[in-house]
């Protein structure tokens, strides 16, 4: 039987203190991948309610589904989030994400691009990312890694590719909602 596993998300600061954890997500299994996903090597995490720490140890729970998407090699991931109105896509601009045993990690650049459920685009914090750039003294590489990956995620965005498709997003939290094997622990 295809099983879900459970794994941690945790996004650093380029200096490599801890930024936020997610600590309920569930990875789903390579074989339960769609063709578009798999072919990219994607990872895919899906998660409700789950309890979110912060850097300074406060701890809150998100309030909506989300199923998160992870591109090996790429500067950014995708976290589709179901709201009420819509899917809203928030793109975090990070490094490659690195997947080892439960645990995801990735340094989180500050810079966010968000696709609202009715189409608009939106690219936001780049004063936060301007600050973190001299603070933390990004090099010239990961800066050009950055703009190289808000270049690619907008245009993923704009031509409706992967996965930025409602129903591939739906389709990946009802199979994982409605697996025979779901524990009895309430929202993941």
């Known amino acids: ?84 109105f819509g899917i809203r896509y928030y793109c975090n601009l990070a490094s490659p994400p690195y997947l080892t045993g439960d645990v995801l990690t990735y340094i989180d650049y500050d810079l966010d691009v968000i696709r609202t459920a009715n189409g608009d685009l939106a690219v936001v914090d780049r004063d936060e990312y301007e600050r973190h750039k001299t603070d933390y003294r990004y090099p010239p590489i990961v800066d050009a890694k950055v703009g190289q990956g808000l270049r690619e995620v907008t245009q993923r965005i704009r031509a409706g590719e992967p996965p930025f498709e409602d129903e591939i997003v739906l389709r990946y939290y009802e199979a994982w909602a409605n697996r025979p094997d779901r524990e009895e622990e309430g929202p993941a």
């Open 1 to 84: 039987m295809d099983t879900y596993r459970r794994c941690y998300i945790k996004s650093f600061k380029h200096d490599g203190h801890l930024h936020r954890q997610w600590q309920k997500n569930w990875l789903v299994p390579d074989r339960l991948l769609l063709p578009q996903q798999a072919e990219e090597n994607m990872i895919v995490l899906i998660n409700n309610q789950t309890p979110i720490t912060e850097a300074d140890g406060s701890v809150w729970v998100s309030r909506v589904p989300a199923v998160s998407f992870f591109l090996p090699g790429k500067w950014y991931n995708v976290v589709a989030m179901m709201e009420d």
